[in-house]
């Protein structure tokens, strides 16, 4: 079967691009590597999209899910390792198999960005994770450190403070990325300390970490934690992408308004984009315009 659409990544911008591409009457498959809903998933209650007071992220990606496959959307789990381009028809491989469409839509979206030490990977599911909201029960009434400055690390912080007998806030500068309703909450929290102008050094644990180094300004010290929760932002995951789009020197997909990349008939939304902004409603106006402008691909 030659799909309309190929849709290579079933988060918040790969979802909508199914609702609308199924809505122009296309047939649309998702191909997705782990489970449907993307980074959203993890946020414990999203404040920001409008329309929705507060929901949380598990539940909105449900929706999207929900939504997509009841209009006909095709998911298959398989992660995918190469695109290829027969000019009016394309190739999607996956580890399983070889499909065939006329255009595809790219929203891979971004993976965590660890903080690149020694010992970091050994230590991960040991007492370093990069979701708070999976693992923080792990850590209750336990004592937890937060790497980052941004939305993820202020949201994060503040679970972890419900949960955690202590929690500290380990941000590279002393202003937040994040919103300031964050963190005027976060100030308000007896058991969160913040660490500004602070960077982790070092990881100390062999089984299980219990000890980071930090360099905050001109002082080393170390701090006994049970948990720490790296938020520092995502990377792209675009390589294997490269024979057919452009990417930026941040590895994300240049792509115009329309979202078309330089081959015709491919298509980048969301995170996977190269843009400024990235959020929700960023990712849904990008899966929007996507199976939009895939939808004229004859
Ligand atoms: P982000 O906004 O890119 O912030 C990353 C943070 O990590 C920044 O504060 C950055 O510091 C810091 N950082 C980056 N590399 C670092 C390194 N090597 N060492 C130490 N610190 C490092 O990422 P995010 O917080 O994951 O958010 C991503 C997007 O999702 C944002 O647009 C955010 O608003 C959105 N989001 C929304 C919600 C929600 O509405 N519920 C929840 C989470 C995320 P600098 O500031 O110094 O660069």
Known sequence: MIYDIIIIGGGTAGMTAAIYGTRAGKSVLILEGETPGGQIVNAAHVENYPGFKSISGADFAFNLFDQAKGLGAVFAYEAVTAIGDNGDTKTVTTQQNTYTSKSIIIAAGAKNRPLGLEDEERLTGRGISYCATCDGNFFRDKVTAVVGGGNTALED???????????????????????????????????????????????????????????????????????????????????????????????????????????????????????????????TADGTIAALSAAQVE
């Open 157 to 283: 912080a503040l679970f972890l403070s419900n949960v955690c007998k202590q929690v500290y806030l380990i941000h590279r500068r002393d202003s937040f990325r994040g919103e300031q309703h964050r963190v005027d909450l976060l100030r308000e929290k007896q058991n969160v300390t913040f660490l500004l102008n602070a960077r982790v050094t070092k990881l100390f644990g062999e089984d299980q970490l219990h000890t980071i180094a930090i360099q905050q300004e001109e002082t080393e010290k170390t701090l006994d934690i049970d948990g720490l929760f790296v938020a520092i932002g995502q990377i792209p995951q675009n390589q294997i992408f490269a024979n057919l789009v452009d990417l930026d020197q941040g590895g994300y997909i240049i792509a115009d308004e329309a979202c078309r990349t330089k081959t015709k008939g491919i298509f980048a939304a969301g995170d996977c984009r190269a843009k400024t902004i990235r959020q929700l409603s960023t990712a």
